[in-house]
């Protein structure tokens, strides 16, 4: 079961990155230009797919062992790595509000865990 646990927070994480290079490619499609040059320019998105599908497929994988009920919850952790990521990548402003809100993932993903 510790495997498949491992394997779930690499699809997390995977899926985490995933999110944040949508993002990235989102910012930087130019306004202008042809639209050959916007695809170039949209790589991150494309990536972004790829790296979703790699992170369901460990998804899928993990899910023949461990129980959905308990799985899931853990998605959540994707949540707070882009949260991170937001922040110290994007400098995007965090407030009170979304810090507890954050807290209280946080402690459903502990609580899920210890169950």
Request: aromatic fraction near 14%.
């Amino acid at each position: 079961m510790m495997k498949d646990i491992y394997i779930i927070l690499l699809s997390v994480l995977i899926g985490a990155v995933g999110q944040i290079a949508f993002k990235y490619g989102a910012t930087h499609i130019p306004d202008t230009g042809t639209f050959l040059e916007k695809v170039i320019a949209a790589w991150p998105i494309t990536a972004g797919l790829a790296l979703y599908g790699v992170s369901t497929l460990l998804w899928i994988y993990a899910l023949r062992t461990v129980e959905l009920s308990y799985a899931y919850p853990l998605i959540s952790l994707g949540y707070v790595l882009v949260f991170l990521a937001s922040y110290f990548l994007f400098h995007e402003t965090i407030g009170p509000l979304r810090v507890g809100g954050l807290i209280l993932i946080l402690s459903g993903i502990v609580l899920v865990a210890k169950s």
